[in-house]
């Protein structure tokens, strides 16, 4: 891994826009793997400027988002295609029929759904680039803990710590639902390269275990030690229970001398 700590959110967000951007200069037919949630915000403020102020292209790229909630329909404000929407898919130019969110109003044949949003990700050629967060039990996507590594897009049970994190997006009288469609540890392990971001003291100890803790299904972020390419962009309270960050910034000037592309 290599581990990038700014001084705060807004310029973990800028670093992480400059390595998608850079990504999607480099290849217009990019694949990209989106998440959702409070980090990710700022990354997807900061593309949309880019494309309206420095013409930053989308109309070549497809997304996938990683999940869905089980049971929303794509119009539910706190669904996660209308998160895209908002945020991203039309404040740019992403072409709707490239733009894929699993569909949380499958109420059954579950399996051969998420087998087909599979098939989908493989015809497109595999993501090149999968944006994740991280929850604080150490999770990414809906992958709880005790999740199988090997997991694929599947259906899954929301841990009670999630859903208490997710219910301030549902209103007064909602409930977040109980289960979600999400991409595998396996599938996202597949994507070509991955980003991590991680904002705020509440994430330390997760990034701490995803990053220097051993493997384990009980942290799924920590399956991306398996990945050969995979950056992780931290704000300095996300980095605070870091034992070797000292290491982690030599690292990264290093790897600005010898290799800047991977950092652009």
Known sequence: ??????????????????????????????????????????????????????????????????????????????????????????????????????DGS????????????????????????????????????FNEPTSSLGSRTRVKTLAPATIQDNQPNFGPNESVPPCAITMGIGTILEAHRILLLASGASKSSAVAQAIEGPITSTVTASALQLHPDVIVVLDEDAASQLRYRDYYERVLQNTMQLTPERVE
Do not use: W
């Open 106 to 141: 499958v109420h059954e044949h579950y399996e051969e759904y998420c087998s087909a949003y599979e098939a989908l990700i493989r015809k497109a050629g595999g993501i090149d680039l999968q944006i994740l967060g991280i929850g604080k039990t150490g999770h990414i996507g």
């Open 1 to 102: 891994m290599l581990v990038i700590i700014e001084n705060n959110y807004d310029a973990l967000s800028l670093r992480a826009a400059g390595i998608v951007a850079s990504a999607v200069r480099k290849n217009p037919r990019i694949v990209l793997g989106l998440a959702t949630g409070n980090t990710p915000l700022g990354l997807y403020r900061e593309l949309v400027r880019l494309h309206c102020e420095k013409a930053l292209d989308f109309s070549g790229a497809t997304t996938f988002n990683l999940d869905e909630y089980l049971g929303l329909p794509a119009n539910h404000r706190a669904s996660f295609h209308t998160y895209v929407q908002d945020h991203l898919a039309s404040r740019v130019n992403l072409l709707r029929e490239n733009i894929h969110v699993p």
